[in-house]
Protein backbone atom coordinates (compact mmCIF):
# COMPACT_ATOMS: atom_id res chain seq x y z
CA UNK A 1 0.00 0.00 0.00
CA UNK A 2 1.20 3.83 -0.67
CA UNK A 3 2.98 5.15 2.34
CA UNK A 4 4.21 8.43 2.62
CA UNK A 5 7.41 8.57 5.58
CA UNK A 6 8.18 11.79 6.80
CA UNK A 7 11.07 12.40 9.58
CA UNK A 8 9.83 11.79 13.22
CA UNK A 9 11.52 15.19 14.01
CA UNK A 10 13.38 18.36 12.53
CA UNK A 11 15.14 20.73 15.01
CA UNK A 12 16.11 24.49 13.76
CA UNK A 13 17.44 27.55 15.47
CA UNK A 14 15.05 30.50 15.50
CA UNK A 15 15.70 32.71 11.96
CA UNK A 16 17.17 29.81 10.12
CA UNK A 17 15.36 27.65 7.49
CA UNK A 18 13.39 24.02 8.35
CA UNK A 19 12.77 21.81 5.51
CA UNK A 20 10.55 18.83 6.33
CA UNK A 21 9.99 16.17 3.50
CA UNK A 22 7.10 13.65 3.08
CA UNK A 23 8.01 10.83 0.65
CA UNK A 24 6.21 8.53 -1.48
CA UNK A 25 6.66 6.61 -4.72
CA UNK A 26 5.85 8.96 -7.59
CA UNK A 27 4.84 11.80 -5.47
CA UNK A 28 5.30 14.43 -7.55
CA UNK A 29 2.36 13.15 -9.60
CA UNK A 30 0.01 13.81 -6.32
CA UNK A 31 -1.40 17.01 -4.51
CA UNK A 32 -0.02 17.43 -1.77
CA UNK A 33 -1.05 19.02 1.64
CA UNK A 34 0.36 19.97 4.23
CA UNK A 35 -0.68 20.72 7.89
CA UNK A 36 0.24 22.73 10.65
CA UNK A 37 -1.35 21.04 14.63
CA UNK A 38 -0.39 22.45 17.72
CA UNK A 39 -0.78 20.87 20.93
CA UNK A 40 -4.46 20.58 21.75
CA UNK A 41 -5.59 21.84 18.59
CA UNK A 42 -7.44 20.96 15.13
CA UNK A 43 -4.79 20.46 12.63
CA UNK A 44 -4.73 24.18 10.07
CA UNK A 45 -4.09 23.76 6.52
CA UNK A 46 -1.14 25.45 5.68
CA UNK A 47 0.03 24.62 2.29
CA UNK A 48 -2.12 22.90 -0.81
CA UNK A 49 -1.66 21.11 -4.16
CA UNK A 50 2.11 20.84 -3.81
CA UNK A 51 3.28 24.81 -2.87
CA UNK A 52 -0.23 27.08 -2.73
CA UNK A 53 -1.05 28.89 0.60
CA UNK A 54 -4.31 29.56 1.93
CA UNK A 55 -5.50 33.30 3.19
CA UNK A 56 -3.91 34.15 6.16
CA UNK A 57 -0.60 31.81 6.23
CA UNK A 58 2.55 33.93 5.64
CA UNK A 59 4.92 33.87 2.88
CA UNK A 60 7.51 32.28 4.61
CA UNK A 61 5.44 29.27 4.46
CA UNK A 62 6.25 27.26 1.02
CA UNK A 63 5.89 23.75 -0.77
CA UNK A 64 7.80 21.72 -3.47
CA UNK A 65 6.95 18.45 -4.98
CA UNK A 66 8.80 16.72 -7.48
CA UNK A 67 9.99 12.68 -8.13
CA UNK A 68 9.39 11.01 -4.86
CA UNK A 69 9.34 13.66 -3.05
CA UNK A 70 7.36 16.74 -1.53
CA UNK A 71 8.69 19.38 0.85
CA UNK A 72 7.28 22.07 2.83
CA UNK A 73 10.02 25.08 3.49
CA UNK A 74 9.84 27.02 6.59
CA UNK A 75 11.93 30.09 6.47
CA UNK A 76 12.89 32.56 8.92
CA UNK A 77 11.49 30.13 11.64
CA UNK A 78 9.90 31.22 14.71
CA UNK A 79 9.29 29.88 17.88
CA UNK A 80 5.47 30.25 17.74
CA UNK A 81 6.50 27.18 14.27
CA UNK A 82 7.00 24.69 16.68
CA UNK A 83 4.61 22.00 15.79
CA UNK A 84 3.72 18.43 13.97
CA UNK A 85 3.35 18.92 10.51
CA UNK A 86 1.80 16.27 8.16
CA UNK A 87 1.58 16.03 4.42
CA UNK A 88 -1.45 14.62 3.24
CA UNK A 89 -2.06 13.24 -0.59
CA UNK A 90 -5.85 12.64 -1.65
CA UNK A 91 -6.02 9.18 -4.15
CA UNK A 92 -8.80 10.88 -6.81
CA UNK A 93 -9.65 7.34 -8.07
CA UNK A 94 -10.84 5.72 -5.31
CA UNK A 95 -11.62 8.72 -3.30
CA UNK A 96 -9.10 7.33 -0.12
CA UNK A 97 -7.22 10.35 1.86
CA UNK A 98 -3.47 9.41 3.20
CA UNK A 99 -1.55 11.21 5.44
CA UNK A 100 2.16 10.86 6.58
CA UNK A 101 3.03 10.01 9.73
CA UNK A 102 4.09 13.29 10.82
CA UNK A 103 7.21 15.57 11.63
CA UNK A 104 7.30 17.75 15.05
CA UNK A 105 9.66 20.51 14.23
CA UNK A 106 11.26 21.64 17.73
CA UNK A 107 12.68 25.52 17.42
CA UNK A 108 15.96 25.48 19.64
CA UNK B 1 -16.18 32.58 8.49
CA UNK B 2 -16.16 29.17 7.75
CA UNK B 3 -16.92 27.45 11.05
CA UNK B 4 -17.30 23.23 11.94
CA UNK B 5 -18.74 22.03 16.03
CA UNK B 6 -18.59 18.58 15.79
CA UNK B 7 -20.96 17.16 18.65
CA UNK B 8 -21.99 13.23 19.95
CA UNK B 9 -18.50 12.01 21.10
CA UNK B 10 -18.22 10.34 24.80
CA UNK B 11 -17.70 7.19 26.14
CA UNK B 12 -18.85 3.71 25.09
CA UNK B 13 -18.49 0.14 25.38
CA UNK B 14 -16.32 -2.38 23.47
CA UNK B 15 -19.63 -2.94 20.81
CA UNK B 16 -21.36 0.03 21.47
CA UNK B 17 -22.74 2.67 18.68
CA UNK B 18 -22.13 6.69 18.70
CA UNK B 19 -23.16 9.41 16.35
CA UNK B 20 -21.04 11.89 15.55
CA UNK B 21 -22.63 15.06 14.01
CA UNK B 22 -20.58 18.27 12.26
CA UNK B 23 -23.26 21.59 12.24
CA UNK B 24 -21.28 23.88 9.75
CA UNK B 25 -22.09 27.33 8.61
CA UNK B 26 -20.23 30.07 7.26
CA UNK B 27 -20.42 28.71 3.51
CA UNK B 28 -22.72 26.85 0.85
CA UNK B 29 -22.51 23.56 2.66
CA UNK B 30 -24.58 21.71 -0.73
CA UNK B 31 -21.13 22.82 -2.47
CA UNK B 32 -18.43 20.88 -0.83
CA UNK B 33 -17.42 17.61 -0.31
CA UNK B 34 -16.83 16.53 3.41
CA UNK B 35 -14.37 14.37 5.68
CA UNK B 36 -13.79 13.04 8.65
CA UNK B 37 -10.49 12.44 10.20
CA UNK B 38 -9.47 10.89 13.71
CA UNK B 39 -6.35 10.83 15.83
CA UNK B 40 -6.06 8.64 18.39
CA UNK B 41 -3.96 9.90 21.57
CA UNK B 42 -0.19 10.29 20.92
CA UNK B 43 -0.67 9.38 17.83
CA UNK B 44 -0.98 10.78 13.91
CA UNK B 45 -3.47 11.98 11.51
CA UNK B 46 -6.02 9.19 9.63
CA UNK B 47 -8.58 9.61 7.35
CA UNK B 48 -11.50 8.20 8.14
CA UNK B 49 -14.82 8.90 5.48
CA UNK B 50 -15.51 11.15 1.97
CA UNK B 51 -18.61 11.96 1.28
CA UNK B 52 -19.13 14.15 -2.04
CA UNK B 53 -21.54 17.44 -2.50
CA UNK B 54 -24.27 15.58 -3.16
CA UNK B 55 -23.69 12.62 -1.13
CA UNK B 56 -23.39 10.53 -4.03
CA UNK B 57 -19.74 9.08 -3.78
CA UNK B 58 -18.65 7.79 -0.60
CA UNK B 59 -15.93 5.95 0.86
CA UNK B 60 -14.36 4.30 4.07
CA UNK B 61 -11.21 3.79 5.13
CA UNK B 62 -10.69 -0.39 5.57
CA UNK B 63 -10.36 -0.03 9.15
CA UNK B 64 -13.56 1.35 9.66
CA UNK B 65 -15.57 0.15 6.35
CA UNK B 66 -18.81 -1.97 7.71
CA UNK B 67 -18.80 -0.30 10.84
CA UNK B 68 -18.92 3.30 10.20
CA UNK B 69 -21.56 5.37 7.73
CA UNK B 70 -21.21 8.80 6.73
CA UNK B 71 -24.16 11.22 5.92
CA UNK B 72 -25.07 14.59 5.21
CA UNK B 73 -27.81 16.36 5.62
CA UNK B 74 -27.82 19.40 2.90
CA UNK B 75 -31.26 20.92 3.86
CA UNK B 76 -29.80 21.43 7.73
CA UNK B 77 -26.00 21.80 7.02
CA UNK B 78 -24.65 18.97 8.47
CA UNK B 79 -22.77 15.97 8.61
CA UNK B 80 -22.73 12.75 10.28
CA UNK B 81 -20.87 9.77 10.86
CA UNK B 82 -22.57 6.72 12.22
CA UNK B 83 -20.27 3.91 14.36
CA UNK B 84 -21.16 0.87 15.33
CA UNK B 85 -19.26 -2.41 16.58
CA UNK B 86 -16.54 0.25 18.37
CA UNK B 87 -13.37 -0.90 19.33
CA UNK B 88 -10.97 0.45 21.77
CA UNK B 89 -8.62 1.66 18.63
CA UNK B 90 -11.36 3.58 17.30
CA UNK B 91 -10.70 5.75 20.72
CA UNK B 92 -9.58 9.03 19.43
CA UNK B 93 -10.54 12.60 18.75
CA UNK B 94 -12.65 12.61 15.40
CA UNK B 95 -12.47 15.85 12.96
CA UNK B 96 -14.83 17.15 10.40
CA UNK B 97 -13.34 18.77 7.62
CA UNK B 98 -14.53 20.43 4.36
CA UNK B 99 -12.78 20.20 1.22
CA UNK B 100 -13.19 22.02 -1.81
CA UNK B 101 -12.41 25.57 -0.17
CA UNK B 102 -8.84 25.15 -1.56
CA UNK B 103 -8.27 22.10 -2.50
CA UNK B 104 -10.56 19.08 -3.35
CA UNK B 105 -7.34 16.99 -2.63
CA UNK B 106 -7.08 18.26 1.09
CA UNK B 107 -9.18 19.34 4.27
CA UNK B 108 -9.15 23.12 4.39
CA UNK B 109 -10.80 24.16 7.50
CA UNK B 110 -11.35 21.50 10.00
CA UNK B 111 -13.67 21.54 13.45
CA UNK B 112 -12.25 21.55 17.00
CA UNK B 113 -12.53 17.95 16.91
CA UNK B 114 -15.18 15.79 19.80
CA UNK B 115 -13.69 12.84 21.43
CA UNK B 116 -14.53 9.15 21.22
CA UNK B 117 -13.58 7.15 24.13
CA UNK B 118 -14.31 3.01 23.55
CA UNK B 119 -13.35 1.23 26.78
CA UNK B 120 -15.24 -0.84 29.34
Known amino acids: SYVLPQPPSVSVAPGKTARITCGGN??????VQWYQQKPGQAPVLVVY???DRPSGIPERFSGSNSGNTATLTISRVEAGDEADYYC???????????FGGGTKLTVL | EVQLVESGGGLVQPGGSLRLSCAAS????????MKWVRQAPGKGLEWVSYISSSGAIISYADSVKGRFTISRDNAKNSLYLQMISLRAEDTAVYYC?????????????WGQGTTVTVSS
Open chain 1, 26 to 31: NIGSKN
Open chain 1, 88 to 98: QVWDTTDHRGL
Open chain 1, 49 to 51: DDR
Open chain 2, 97 to 109: AVSGWYSWDGMDV
Open chain 2, 26 to 33: GFTFTTYS
